[in-house]
């Protein structure tokens, strides 16, 4: 949290409190000292609804403040079981190479083709997807650095987008990416996957992985060129459900069997 929204959160804290210790008292006032009155008259049922009118929001204002720290404790603890799923700070520590052989066994396991692009002679691409449902090129840079990526990557990848005769361009990076680049890349139609989107995408990744027991009873589907398999979980397992000259295997040990592995799609 930046010092402005600490600041500015503070003092409508402050407010919250002074508000409320008004309301307090003059809820205490309200029902202290009141002259005896016929108990015949509307006037005590008038007293007690007055009583109630600033008990209600002093309630209210306490049950907030004992729930946000409650809540703020529960976005902690799914942060971080976000950021330790996501595996963020193994792949803080990868080096280039790691890391671009990392994202390749990621978009292998959702069915994409991974093409390698020739390491020092790659023109600007460390890999180039083929996407399994509509065939489309992505060229992609991997970026695995302790800085913000810089407008240099901008225009390599959008040169190795015509280069390699790609639909689409990524940029994939550990860290975040400076205005101009965010600017450069909108205006250019390249797609950033800064920190928050990978840690997001690898938690989302890990998390199908670990609950991934499946049952002898479930079916699986696969394209003959493939080199993985689907259940009807997933996107491209239903996809493949509905299509002729898909493969089809009745439970998990006959599909490991063909050698495939099992997808870890989560779309």
Sequence with gaps: MSKRKFYKQRKKNHTYVILLVLLFFISVLNNVDQPQINP???LPILNRLSGSFFL?????LVLYFAWSPIKNRIKQARRKKQLRMSGIYTIDRMTGSEFENYLTVFFEDLNYRVEDT???????????LIEPSTGMRICVQAKCWSKNVTFEAVQQIFTAKTLWGCDKAWIITNRGFTKQVKETAEQLGIELWDREKLIENMYQYNKAKQSGVYSEHATFYSSPESRVFHDDRCEYGR??????GALVFEGFVRATESGRRKCNCFK
Excluded: Q, W
Excluded at 118 to 128: E, F, P, Q, Y
Excluded at 239 to 244: D, E, F, P
């Design 239 to 244: 996809k493949l459900a509905g299509r002729s």
């Design 56 to 60: 209600v929001p002093c309630l209210l």
């Design 40 to 42: 015949g008259s509307s």
């Design 118 to 128: 020739g390491g020092k002679g790659d023109r600007g691409a460390d890999k180039i």
